[in-house]
């Protein structure tokens, strides 16, 4: 999936990628669902636009729960805010996961609520014994990727991200 200049925004890493795309995304009261265990800044993020975390709790294994997703969702439901490799748990959601989710946000497109998938993958470089970590891409089309690069560089304190939003999203069509 080739990426145009369009597609991609540099930020003050991937702090400033998320309010960027929440600023953009949600209006006062507007809910973002956070997926347990999140990490803490998550709340903050959406509080700065005045908008009300709904947080969902994983399954046991910390993998999300979808049937738990789905009963969370309301007609207030802007965007689901994921982290794999997770921080705090290292838990990294497979493909399945990723796709179920991307299947489950495409019902609810096609019904006219379009809700985003914000994938946070500072870790995403940062994982062993041959494990890779599915794209958000290729699960759903209105999905959009923040980064940073201070995590896989080992640049603790360099505040260099980007946010990515999907060449496949109908970005102005909703």
Known sequence: MPFTFKDIIMTCGAAGAINAVLKA???PGDEVIILAPYFVEYLFYV???QGQSKVVSTRPDFLPDLKAIQEAITPRTKAILINSP??????VYDRTIIHG???LLSDYSRKGQV????ADE???KIV???VQVPSAFQAYSESIVV??????LSLPGERIGFLAVNPQAPIGTN
């Open 47 to 49: 509080d700065n636009f």
């Open 101 to 103: 989710l991307g299947d």
């Open 122 to 124: 500072p870790y995403r």
């Open 128 to 130: 062993y014994d041959g």
């Open 147 to 152: 980064t940073s690069y201070s995590k896989d």
């Open 86 to 91: 997770n921080n705090p748990s290292g838990r």
């Open 25 to 27: 995304l949600i209006n």
């Open 115 to 118: 809700i985003y998938l914000v």
